[in-house]
């Protein structure tokens, strides 16, 4: 059985962490940083809140990997207070995004199925990432399980900004009419699981953190018939939708 990871084997996380950041930044650019103006407050108070997040994610590592536990510790203090502000804007985008089905027109990318579908797909993200910012907390004093708890809550949050970056070679090579948004997540979601893979081999640890996480994201390979679903719809409808 491998020997525990110890801090020397997370020195150099916060350079890959910057990854996930950048993918975050370049996916909403289009449809939030670009447009600030036109954003509603839900749209500004969860990306404020999710690009914070991120940005504490790398910085933590870094601060414990040398040393720097004072300051390591004030940010693990804030870090539930924001985490419940990520979670907190996440669920209103939710009702928000199913309004937008009283005005749908006939749109080659963008569908009923897919806004339905993507309301499950980010229920789910949102308990999964509360769960493991709480679980990661309350793990604090086992060092790889902190690390590996808190590292998979930017996978929880990393699919919605890459099936929006990924949009962008779907339009060059196939124009706007030969696929949809379901498509494009359906692709993206190998590219979300496979780093995953590759950090659970190199770190010779198949945690149950990257696991679940993972296993997760397997949901946004059914996103059409989860937004097809009858049952999802009414259930969506009672739940989230309001006019």
Not at 121 to 133: E, P, Q
Not at 148 to 154: K, R
Not at 216 to 237: H, K, M, Q, T
């Amino acid at each position: 059985m491998p020997n525990k990871l110890t801090l020397a084997d997370f020195k150099n996380a916060h350079i890959w962490l910057i990854i996930p950041l950048v993918v975050a930044l370049m996916g909403f650019s289009r449809g939030y940083l670009f447009r600030l103006p036109e954003a509603t407050w839900h749209h500004h108070m969860h990306g404020i809140s999710s690009i914070l997040w991120y940005v504490l994610i790398i910085i933590q590592p870094y601060l414990i990997t040398r040393g720097k536990v004072k300051q390591h510790k004030f940010f693990g203090t804030m870090a539930l207070f924001l985490a419940g502000g990520v979670t907190f804007s996440a669920l209103t985008i939710i009702p928000n995004n199913l309004r937008a089905l009283e005005t749908l027109e006939t749109n080659p990318i963008i569908s009923a199925d897919f806004l339905y579908g993507v309301s499950f797909t980010d229920l789910i993200t949102i308990i999964g990432f509360a769960a493991s910012v709480l679980i990661g907390i309350f793990k604090v004093k086992n060092l790889e399980d902190h690390a590996m708890w808190m590292i998979s809550t930017v996978f929880w949050a990393f699919m919605p900004a890459l099936s929006r970056l990924a949009i962008i070679p779907f339009m060059i090579f196939f124009g706007t009419e030969r696929y949809d948004f379901i498509d494009v997540i359906f692709f993206s979601t190998i590219f979300c699981i496979l780093p995953i893979i590759i950090i659970c081999w190199r770190l010779k640890r198949w945690h149950p953190a990257l696991l679940l996480v993972a296993a997760a994201n397997l949901l946004y390979f059914f996103v059409r018939p989860i937004g097809n679903s009858e049952v999802w719809r009414a259930i969506a409808d009672e739940v989230f939708k309001f006019s």
